[in-house]
């Protein structure tokens, strides 16, 4: 059975919600589920959306590979704008968090020139 999309998206503000509060399994677990019951025909821009917080509980996780795929997934497909910056910003993280320091460090320098932050 179907869930509606003002589910979906109830169980995205209670994944956030755990992710703030440090209740990093509780909001991996949220996301998974939101996951596993998306529609294929849902909007690209929220598997997009899932990916990118199930990246940021992995980077909260220590999980710096985890967190690449699910940004690898957040991306695939997805014409990224300067709102979108804080992307670079999680994957220099999972980068570093691997021992990819010169990645790590492009990274930043991307996230950096899209959110307009001087070094």
């Known amino acids: 059975m179907p869930i509606a999309p003002e589910c979906r998206n109830t169980l995205h503000v209670l994944g956030y919600l755990f992710l703030r509060m440090g209740r990093n399994d509780s909001a991996r677990r949220t996301f998974s589920a939101l996951a596993a019951v998306l529609p294929p025909d849902a909007p690209r821009a929220e598997a997009s ?14 999980d710096g590979a985890a967190a690449l795929e699910h940004l690898h997934a957040a991306m695939d497909g997805v014409t990224l704008s300067s709102a979108d910056a804080a992307l670079h910003l999680l994957r220099a993280q999972a980068l570093w968090q ?22």
């Open 98 to 119: 691997q021992g990819r320091q010169d990645e790590a460090r492009t990274a930043m320098d991307t996230y950096r020139h899209m959110a307009g932050v001087q070094a």
């Open 49 to 62: 959306r899932v990916h990118r917080c199930l990246a940021a509980v992995a980077v909260a996780e220590g």
